[in-house]
């Protein structure tokens, strides 16, 4: 069984950067995919960006635009998420999640079998 614990949220002013991350137990993202989702109330679970097949891939939700970067030391390390210039929109719960084979649609949510509790980002104008 896949564990993924996040860390990091908080709450910041808009414009200010937060780092999430996500350690994984007992899976590595050597054949499948990985990544972060948020999901803001009575809004749906969106992508926000992924790596996959063993790192060599990324993906980005469209609102990113060159905001966030998602990266990983090696399969081993915990997932980080680098957030810049935060705006009061990106303000929601967001999840860990990871897939063991390949993803097909990295940034669809029913692509992912396992997913974190979750840690609240919370961004004030």
């Known amino acids: 069984q896949v564990q993924l614990v996040e860390s990091g949220g908080g709450s910041v002013q808009a414009g200010g950067s937060l780092r999430l991350s996500c350690t994984a137990s007992?899976?590595?993202?050597?054949?499948?995919?990985m990544g972060w989702f948020r999901q803001a109330p009575g809004k749906e679970r969106e992508g926000v960006a992924i790596i996959g097949t063993g790192g060599s891939s990324t993906y980005y939700g469209d609102f990113v635009k060159g905001r966030f970067t998602i990266s990983q030391d090696n399969t081993k390390n915990p997932l980080y998420l680098q957030m810049n210039s935060l705006t009061p929109e990106d303000t929601a719960m967001y999840y860990c999640?990871?897939?063991?084979?390949?993803?097909?649609?990295?940034?669809?949510?029913?692509?992912?079998?396992?997913w974190g509790q979750g840690t609240q980002v919370t961004v004030s104008s």
């Open positions: 007992r899976y590595t993202v050597s054949s499948g995919c």
């Open positions: 999640a990871a897939r063991l084979s390949r993803c097909w649609f990295p940034l669809r949510a029913s692509e992912y079998n396992y």
